[in-house]
């Protein structure tokens, strides 16, 4: 099956400082999206990217598809951006509408 | 947006009973709906793939007669949890996904079952 890999695992910022955040991933796919996860466990839509570039506020993505890659750019962070950051990827082939989910990268932002 | 909510939010129960988890999609149709499980610290596992009006496709490993889904109409899926063990304490969330050009997933709040 499809590989989806998140780096990095962790990290640790201070407010306002900027992020990126990456995810790989072994196979042509259908759809990519970014999730953030709060800590009540509810997963929140960021952005369906499977090509190009998206903005919204603070936060924005890029997946070169070609190369197999997605970047999620979080700037002047808050306090309120902790939690965990999934990639998750709907393979091409087979178009099942499955979405595979990589490991995570848990933020936290200190005041 | 699109919402998803699940029902309950949180299950206690004992070990032996069943437990009957709710998807809904509020304000859209959703002819597929997923089911992820998710342990602490961990990410999201597929369980299994509901389509409304026929049997769900379950990934490997899951057992389908211990894992129950029912998608009986565009907006609702169920997941029953059957004979339930401690071992089947977990975070389990379900998905809907949108239908167009840019079809997307959209995951309910989760419930967390824990089983004495």
């Known amino acids: 099956g499809i590989q989806v890999e998140q780096s990095p695992p962790d990290l640790i910022l201070q407010e306002g400082a900027n992020s990126t955040l990456r995810c790989n991933f072994s196979?042509?796919?259908?759809?990519l999206q970014w999730f953030h996860q709060n800590p009540w466990g509810q997963l929140i839509n960021l952005f369906y990217i499977p090509s190009g570039t998206k903005q919204n506020g603070r936060l924005s993505a890029t997946t070169v598809a070609t190369e197999r890659y997605s970047l999620l750019y979080i700037s002047s962070s808050q306090t309120t951006d902790s939690g965990v950051y999934f990639c998750a990827v709907e393979r091409k082939a087979g178009n099942t509408g499955k979405l595979i989910f990589g490991q995570g990268t848990t933020l936290q932002v200190k005041p | 947006g699109a919402v998803v909510s699940q029902h309950p939010s949180r299950v206690i129960c004992k070990s032996g009973t069943s437990v009957k988890i709710e998807c809904r999609s509020l304000d859209f149709q959703a002819t597929t709906m997923f089911w992820y499980r998710q342990f602490p610290k961990q990410s999201l596992m597929l369980m299994a793939t509901?389509?409304?009006?026929?049997?769900?496709?379950?990934e490997q490993g899951v057992e389908k007669d211990k894992f129950l889904i029912n998608h009986a109409s565009l907006t609702l899926s169920t997941l029953t949890v059957t004979s339930a063990h401690p071992e089947d304490s977990s975070f389990y969330i379900c998905s809907a996904r949108s239908t167009g050009p840019a079809p997307t997933q959209y995951f309910g709040p989760g419930t967390r079952l824990t089983v004495l």
């Open positions: 196979d042509s796919v259908n759809n």
């Open positions: 509901s389509n409304e009006g026929s049997k769900a496709t379950y």
